[in-house]
């Protein structure tokens, strides 16, 4: 069964550096999602991605935050300069269409730790 | 904005028994409601969705959910629990396309441990 991957599955990196998270979305899916989710806290939406251009945002992705499909497969997050908010478990999802109840398969996560 | 409440953080039932999940949304319009479930290393997968017709929704694993529009709850159920149900579960809710658009707003989960 297609699934969705995410690399590294854990990533602990100094505060002000940058980090790229990856994730490689089932292949014939149209539309791509990070979403996060702070230790104890619920899962939020970050952004949605179409057409290699960014579909929606959430107040959350601001000018840090940054996504890619730099290929045909992979879809990336980008964090400029991490700060230790960012702390947090980072999935990624995929859907084959954007419909309202179109399923959003997951990944497994990153968790990111920021020092 | 559409919100989801999950009151309960952590249920423990044991191994046989019946399991009730609670979920409750608020949404101005004609909800899209997801339950999924998380097991310890692994993404998070589909149980069950409602977006219309029969309020009584059947899912993957023996799992049902209830949507009440009345009570704005969808309530996750399964009559028996094996121990491999143990993991954590997440309701959603997803915005029409008037609305959020195509994102899901969680809530904050409920830890299931199962005794045996």
């Known amino acids: 069964e297609p699934e969705v991957t995410q690399t590294p599955s854990h990533q602990v990196t100094q505060m002000g550096q940058e980090v790229i998270l990856r994730c490689v979305p089932i292949?014939?899916?149209?539309?791509f999602y990070w979403y996060r989710q702070i230790l104890g806290q619920k899962v939020e939406f970050l952004v949605s991605?179409?057409?290699?251009?960014?579909?929606?945002k959430s107040e959350i992705f601001d000018d840090q935050f940054s996504v890619e499909r730099p290929d045909g497969s992979n879809f990336t997050l980008k964090i400029r300069s991490t700060k230790l908010e960012d702390s947090a478990m980072y999935f990624c999802?995929?859907?084959?269409?954007?419909?309202?109840?179109?399923?959003?398969?997951f990944g497994p996560g990153t968790r990111l730790l920021v020092l | 904005a559409q919100s989801v409440t999950q009151p309960d953080i952590h249920i423990t039932v044991s191994e046989g028994a019946s399991l009730e999940l609670r979920c409750n949304y608020s949404?101005?319009?004609?909800?899209?409601l997801f339950w999924y479930v998380q097991s310890p290393g692994q993404g998070l997968q589909l149980l069950l969705k409602?977006?219309?017709?029969?309020?009584l929704v059947q899912g993957i694993k023996g799992f049902e959910a209830e949507f009440k529009r009345s009570q704005s709850s969808f309530n996750l159920r399964k009559p028996s629990v094996h121990w491999s149900d143990a993991a954590e579960y997440f309701c959603?809710?997803?915005?029409?396309?008037?609305?959020?658009?195509?994102?899901?707003?969680f809530g904050t989960g409920t830890q299931l441990k199962v005794e045996l």
């Open positions: 292949s014939n899916h149209l539309y």
């Open positions: 991605f179409y057409n290699n251009e960014i579909s929606e």
């Open positions: 959603a809710v997803g915005a029409g396309l008037t609305g959020g658009g195509n994102k899901l707003t």
């Open positions: 409602y977006f219309s017709g029969d309020t």
């Open positions: 949404y101005g319009a004609t909800p899209y």
């Open positions: 999802a995929s859907s084959l269409d954007r419909g309202r109840v179109e399923t959003q398969y």
